[in-house]
């Protein structure tokens, strides 16, 4: 019995582009996020993951092979994880820097809500609305991976299976040179 695969190939990436079209799109999206991602705060992990996808996307597209495309998939599959807690963590830093959680409560304490949210103090609102900030932000992770960036691994990875199996001029004449 063979093992099951992680990824399975799809026939379109977002229910309306070729897994092609949504792997350069994917690829220019990581250029924009290397070119305007570190405007606000540079860190350095966001900028290093969005550059080793966007050379891996660009030696894709420049020497296009089954070589260049398996490396832009693995490239982007394990670029996204650094992404995802760069992202985690310019959320909850804003969320602090900001004092979002301590407007929001004094906003409750004037208005006489802190009985109807079960809290007694300022301290005590800020950290109950934290974790209520912290678990809605786990879920909405969690539905953008099941979802959304699943979609995006398996058009790269359909991208990247299919290299032998498409019919352009660039594969004719590699064909005919080997």
Not at 68 to 81: I, N, V
Not at 121 to 126: F, K, L
Not at 160 to 178: C, D, F, M, P
Request: proline content about 2%.
């Amino acid at each position: 019995q063979k093992p099951k695969k992680m990824f399975k190939e799809v026939d379109s990436c977002c229910c309306m582009f070729t897994p092609k079209q949504g792997s350069y799109m994917l690829g220019i999206l990581t250029l924009l996020g290397l070119c305007f991602g570190e405007l606000e705060e540079f860190l350095m992990v966001r900028f290093l993951s969005n550059l080793i996808i966007f050379l891996a996307f660009g030696a894709m597209i420049l020497f296009d092979s089954e070589t260049t495309r398996k490396a832009f998939f693995y490239a982007y599959f394990l670029g996204t994880f650094p992404l995802l807690m760069a992202m985690i963590y310019s959320f909850e830093k804003s969320m602090f820097d900001n004092e979002t959680l301590y407007w929001h409560c004094l906003a409750m304490s004037k208005e006489d809500k802190f009985a109807s949210f079960e809290v007694a103090n300022m301290a005590e609102c800020q950290q109950k609305l934290g974790i209520i900030y912290n678990t809605l932000l786990a879920a909405l992770i969690l539905a953008w991976f099941a979802f959304i960036e699943y979609w995006w691994f398996c058009s790269i990875y359909t991208h990247y299976k299919r290299y032998g199996k498409e019919n352009t001029a660039r594969h004719q004449l590699h064909e005919e040179s080997v």
